[in-house]
């Protein structure tokens, strides 16, 4: 097989597309590419799921196993949680706080979060002190509204502020269409979450904060001698499960964040708008199942090997080549390798003079007509001014192919 690029081109100057180099392993026939352009996504043709949303990742390649409406905004209900333990452990990581730091139950904390709530609580005792480790574990485990709250007042000083706080670091590290209202996940109106970034969140987490990540594999935990069992159905099925957790509204249904190893490799899951909690674990069993036997690794590109070529203006070379940071591997359907294509986009043509290492673009990679893998791209070397003759020279060209582009668009 060998990657097969098409070549469009849009907006020019500001964007170009161009087609990759030929590559010696993949291929992919224009039938081919004429079958990709079914509206079907080619992983729905390999599975389903009764879920309204759902996205399924792999977490070594970045590659998208399977996609269902992930972008539909709907109510995160206790996801939201994981965005608030983000904040705490980004605020231990930086040395704002500790694990063994105090904060007191408020009356707010214990009576919309606690015991006289009805909701899901770690049963703090009014005007308690709970260390920050303790409040992790019960918001975790627990799922405890009561933890949360206690959590954003200490850190913040109101849990108004401290939502404030969960929307800024949540653009930060790169969540796009979500908004945050309280640290619970309680229903507002305005909460609302993506697929999209709730896998996002889940990835970023076990990346950066590994030693608090492993509180998510935690079976139980006892607070106010009270014992109680985590949420997360998926620690159940002997399916490598280690985190992250559940939710439920009346409007979104019953979801699930889930994030599991088999194999060496790990799978990250969300699941939203299934109608019971024993159909949201049954659908979470079936689509990491099938993760795990449908998809198989092929080797794209190398680290450090050429993916295309952009072109320069004004430089004393008329392009630059653009690499990958690390080598480009892709799961792909074992049963339906043939639906591969790919191109790089980059706004252009790049001024000179060019720095080496910069990123300029981005790489995707389609199975079918369904996105799997973004990847930036960098300029593989410098490239210096040219001379007035030079210069002028691509202007003349530039002003006359982009003349034609745009009659063709």
């Known amino acids: 097989m060998r990657l097969s690029c098409a070549m469009t081109e849009t907006d020019f100057p500001y964007q170009r597309t161009l087609p990759l180099k030929p590559f010696r392993k993949l291929a992919v026939s224009l039938a081919v590419l004429l079958l990709a352009a079914s509206p079907v996504h080619a992983q729905e043709a390999l599975f389903d799921t009764k879920a309204k949303q759902a996205l399924m990742l792999e977490d070594q390649t970045g590659t998208i196993l399977y996609a269902k409406a992930p ?31 105090q904060y007191t139950v408020s009356e707010n904390a214990w009576r919309t979060g606690g015991a006289p709530s009805g909701g899901s609580t770690m049963f703090a005792k009014l005007k308690s002190s709970i260390s920050v480790g303790d409040l992790i574990q019960g918001v975790i485990v627990q799922s405890a509204n009561d933890g949360c709250i206690i959590l954003a007042e200490g850190i913040a000083g109101s849990e108004q502020k401290f939502a404030g706080m969960m929307n800024a670091r949540a653009k930060e590290i790169g969540l796009k269409n979500s908004t945050f209202r309280n640290s619970t996940g309680l229903p507002d109106p305005e909460q609302k979450v993506s697929l999209t970034d709730l896998v996002t969140l889940a990835r970023y987490i076990k990346h950066e904060y590994p030693e608090y990540y492993r509180t998510y594999a935690q079976e139980s935990f006892t607070w106010n001698n009270i014992f109680q069992r985590n949420r997360n159905p998926l620690l159940k099925l002997d ?31 969300a699941l939203s708008g299934l109608a019971t909690d024993k159909e949201r674990a049954e659908e979470a069993k079936k689509i990491f199942e099938w993760a795990y036997s449908a998809f198989e690794e092929v080797n794209i590109f190398a680290e450090g090997e050429t993916i295309a070529e952009a072109s320069v203006f004004g430089g004393v070379k008329s392009s630059v080549p653009l690499k990958a940071h690390e080598k480009i591997s892709l799961l792909v359907p074992a049963a339906n390798k043939d639906r591969l294509k790919a191109h790089v986009e980059y706004k252009g043509p790049l001024l000179a003079p060019v720095k080496a290492d910069e990123q300029v673009g981005v790489l995707r990679i389609w199975i079918g007509d369904a996105l799997a893998q973004e990847t930036p791209v960098y300029t593989g070397e410098a490239v210096e001014s040219g001379d007035l003759q030079k210069r002028t020279l691509d202007a003349v060209l530039e002003l006359t192919t982009g003349w034609t582009r745009r009659l063709k668009l």
């Open 71 to 101: 972008d539909t905004l709907i109510e995160p209900a206790a996801l939201a949680k994981l965005m608030t333990m983000e904040l705490v452990f980004h605020a231990l990581k930086t040395g704002q706080i500790k694990i063994d730091t």
């Open 239 to 269: 399916i490598g499960a280690d985190g992250m957790g559940t939710g439920y509204t009346e409007q979104s249904g019953y979801g699930l964040v889930g994030s599991a190893e088999h194999n060496g490799r790990r799978y990250i899951a």
